[in-house]
């Protein structure tokens, strides 16, 4: 059984930065996938970035391109996204996902095995 925990949520103001934390059990977390999705009150859950087993290998949503930064430390079995420049529309519970059925990054959330609890994310306008 894997358990991904999220932290690093929280209020900020628009144009601020957070980082995002993902902790994964699990003694295979280097060969898995790691996703993080987003879901905004009303709607759909939407993919925000993936990131590959090694690093090398990311993906994001136009949304984020050039704002966001998905990486992990496999010594640490935690992946992160940082964010920067935030907009109010950034505004969500923020999802982190573990995809151990390939090593590419695959953008849909039916893709995705196990699931953290989510961390909320406010942006201030």
């Known amino acids: 059984q894997v358990q991904l925990v999220e932290s690093g949520g929280g209020l900020v103001q628009a144009g601020g930065s957070l980082r995002l934390s993902c902790a994964a059990s699990?003694?295979?977390?280097?060969?898995?996938?790691m996703g993080w999705f987003r879901q905004a009150p009303g709607k759909e859950r939407e993919f925000v970035a993936g990131?590959?087993?090694?690093?090398?290998?990311?993906k994001y949503a136009d949304s984020v391109k050039g704002r966001f930064t998905i990486s992990r430390d496999n010594a640490k079995n935690t992946a992160y996204l940082q964010m920067n420049s935030l907009k109010p529309e950034d505004t969500a519970v923020y999802y982190c996902a573990v995809d151990q059925s390939t090593t590419l990054v695959f953008t849909r959330a039916v893709s995705y095995d196990y699931w953290g609890q989510g961390t909320q994310v406010t942006v201030s306008s």
């Open positions: 990131i590959g087993w090694s690093g090398g290998n990311t």
């Open positions: 699990g003694r295979t977390f280097s060969s898995w996938t």
